[in-house]
């Protein structure tokens, strides 16, 4: 069953992030934190359900939450580029490691195409990780393709983590004589 998420949701769908947390931040050791921040997750994950510009969809069986998606409403108009419109974009999908395969992923894709379609957008958009090879392969068989690439090259040499906390200033490296 899929259904629209509550706040008191919020343990099942943090469970299920934790796995995208981990996958994405094992893919990329130097972009992401080494631990995810529960509260900053509460935070999205609060601001999405009073979301009235999206919704959280939740697939739950027997009482079991499987999977979930965060879509997000954009209106489009006076784009430099993009005739006027609405665009639905699919900002979060995740479905338990345990639960892959069993169409829980095209149930919620499935589900947030019917959204778009209802709310009279044009298109319905994600981005997906370069990296995520078998994300890429269920979106391109839902009907999805790419438009375009984002890219990106490393210009600091410090890595995050070693970055000193905003608060904190920075030591200054000694001079070498």
Known sequence: MIRE?????????????????????????????????????????????????????IYEEDGAVLGYCVTRVRDLKDHRLFFDGIVLELDDICVDAGARGKRVGHSLFERAKAYAKEIGAARLELTVWEFNKNARKFFERQGMAPRMTRMEMNIDAVSPSARPAPDRPAEMPAANA
Do not use: P
Not at 18 to 41: C, K, P, W
């Open 5 to 57: 998420a509550g706040l008191s949701d919020f343990a099942a769908v943090l469970a299920l992030e934790v796995q995208v947390y981990n996958l994405h931040r094992d893919a990329h050791t130097g972009l992401i934190r080494s631990h995810m921040d529960e509260a900053i997750f509460r935070k999205y994950f609060e601001e999405s359900v009073d979301n009235e510009n999206g919704k959280i969809f």
